[in-house]
């Protein structure tokens, strides 16, 4: 099991940038492992980073192809940047995700989220 929390949203990208930590899940996930992932490390695993502070999207390392990951915040439809992004790309979506939430990524690419509060949902055209 790799437990992966704390630090900020900048010194993940870093992380990954810097290639401390493979940016491939699967070279981190082996078979009847897990990888979890809690806070700001959350926001950087989709294709897409949001950046509250800026208020613009920015590339994340793609763990999930077409995503954009919201830790902490409510509805993803009310921030006008990640709504743009997501309306503009085919299959897309984003989730907000509650501050206490985890991430558990498994071998062949199996995902669960755990929180007591439900995720809200953003899809992106070509769903229906």
Partial sequence: MVLALGGNRNDWVTIFDEELLPADPDSIVAENSV????????SVLGEWIYDPDSEQIYDGIGWFPKAIFLPGIEAPASKEAVRQKIETQMKSYAISIAPDSIIGVGPQGKVEIWSDAAPEI????GWV
């Fill in 35 to 42: 990888f979890i992932a809690m806070g700001s490390l959350i």
């Fill in 122 to 125: 953003l899809l992106g055209k």
